[in-house]
């Protein structure tokens, strides 16, 4: 296997995508959004619920590829407990890690595990498959939930 | 095997795959620093130096628009673009060279004879048929005049390998079907349809039949009038040709009886602000300035197509290498076909154990090999067959035994990954 494929499909990603943490529906979640990747049929449920302005507990459902489901599951570990203004900067900082890449010198600790999908942005078509989640949990943050498309030229 | 090799020696005999791929330049590339293997040629083909020259010389010396000026230049275009239609006329098997209107596409062939041909005649509680193996582009048109008219759109089964159930099929060809509309060849299964025993049944209750046969064009002779089909449409690029082109048969009878699809330059004899007077056919349909270096790059398709000699060595070496596709894919474990008809085209379409589709091709790519993953704009294809996606290697006849091996070896790496 080449190394940029090894970046790509690191065993914290691999057995995230076997073993997703936080899967499920959460009953009696406060908030809850949905989202789609029309290309190749990737769909993924966030549910949410806040206390005092943070997110005392996050779940997803879903199907997709393993970069998705990786993804979505290591999203869901950052996130527990974060105060929401903390959950949009681990979102700039990650979309940032997989649209631009690793270049920060802070980044392994500020992202932590969320390190494990560095090698992402190397192959710009899958860049999607892990941002989907994170376009879906902000909007099930933002009060009307909407539906959450990559196709919308806004969700990159 | 070995008894079967020289009955298909003899069945292959005088066609070169190897000359072939030297007429391709895109072929031969490497990509992630391997020799490029392009499984995708149900998505677009890649084009002969032949078209690829076609059009430059097009632009190079004869640019101009058609049907217009007087000066040599017009003419030369207008000569080949018209000399364009007379090759898709032969290549379709049509009576006539005016029953072949160029359109964008498949998709706008389809959408033509919805817009001209059965709104017209649609009404409130009418249906139209089609099948369960359709491309969303002979779904969705469909549906938009159906929901327009509160018409019924009805689907005829397919059986678990991906065949037609044609006895239900028949059974769903009612009084008030007022059109058929089916593909020749299926893009996610590949299956190869009866297409003339069905316009048979579908003609004796006075069905008109519209065919899709966007992935026939690059694998199969085609003969509208055998078919006796009334419609049949099909794009360029996925037969050798370029983007953003196609073509539309249809029967004079029916074309004569349509309303243009759109109005415009081209398409008139006279204008006034009290009445148009539509030009003849096939200009009627043919609004605007065409994309004559399409229609000149189709013909030039189907001019290098023609140069490879007659059909049949080339169906049975495609259909060789289907088989022998089928046999590496059989080998992998946890591989699962989707799409077994016994009579299939150009397609080995497939899920890998749990492994995501993209998942699938984004490792394929690292090996050089170009492959589509996903729903292949057959949703309810992957719904009847209980999958989200698909892995979709699609064949050509530039495609190669040693290529297929590499695509096998390549699987064995993604089960390793994901073991």
Redesign the interface.
Known sequence: MNSDLRDLYQEVVLDHSRKPRNFGKLEGADRTAQGFNPLCGDRVTVYLKLRDEAIDEIRFEGSGCAISKASASLMTGALKGKRLGEAEELFRRFHHLVTQGPNDADEPESLGKLMALSGVWEFPARVKCATLAWHTLKSALSEGGATVTTEDPATV | MSGAAPNLRSATAGFDVERVRADFPALHQMV??KPLVYLDSAATSQKPQAVIDAVTKFYRADNANVHRGVHALSERATAAYEGARVKVQHFLGAAKAKEVVFVKGTTDGINLVAHSFVRPRLKQGDEILITAMEHHSNIVPWQLLCEEKDAKLKVAPITDAGELVVGELEALLGPRTRLLALSHVSNALGTINPVRRIVELAHRRGVPVLIDGAQAAPHLPIDVQAIDCDFYTFSAHKAFGPTGIGALYGKEKWLEQMPPYQGGGDMILSVTFEKTIFNALPYKFEAGTPNIEGAIGLGAAIEYVESLGPPEPRVAFERELLAYGTRVLNQIPGLRLIGTAVDKAGVLSFTLAD?????VG??LD?EGIAVR???HCA?PV?QRFGV??TVRASLAFYNTREELDRLGRALE?VRE??R
């Not at chain 2, 492994?355 to 998942?359: G, N, R, T």
């Open positions: 992630h620093e492994v995501h589709p993209h998942d984004t490792i690292g993953t996903g729903h949703q992957m989200d996606a790496k990954i994901f």
